[in-house]
């Protein structure tokens, strides 16, 4: 369980800063949850997995999209996606009890 709450933890770094540093905190959330085995709750597992997928395609802005920006995201957007993963970590660690 302890684990959830470090995951959880990067990802409310990762709302609270911009740039290289939340591409950074992403890239980490992402590292510890493609390669952690250790979370064997289906719940969890899923739902952190669901989050990795999404914030896979999260790219910083450096003001010149060169890249297609219908599949890649970063802002407003991910601001969004960041506060709504903290609140299902949440509401899923309150269900677990």
Do not use: C, H
């Not at 719940?43 to 003001?63: H, V």
Request: aromatic residues 12%.
């Amino acid at each position: 369980m302890e684990k959830i709450y470090q995951l959880r933890n990067i990802l409310e770094k990762a709302f609270k800063t911009e740039g290289q540093e939340r591409f950074d905190n992403i890239n980490f959330f992402l590292k510890e949850v493609w390669e952690d085995e250790a979370i064997t709750d289906e719940k969890i597992n899923d739902l952190l997995t669901d989050i990795a997928y999404d914030l896979e395609f999260y790219e910083p802005s450096n003001g010149d999209w060169s890249i297609d920006t219908s599949i890649y995201y970063d802002g407003e957007k991910m601001d969004r996606m960041l506060d709504e993963a903290i609140k299902n970590i949440d509401t899923l660690l309150v269900n677990l009890g």
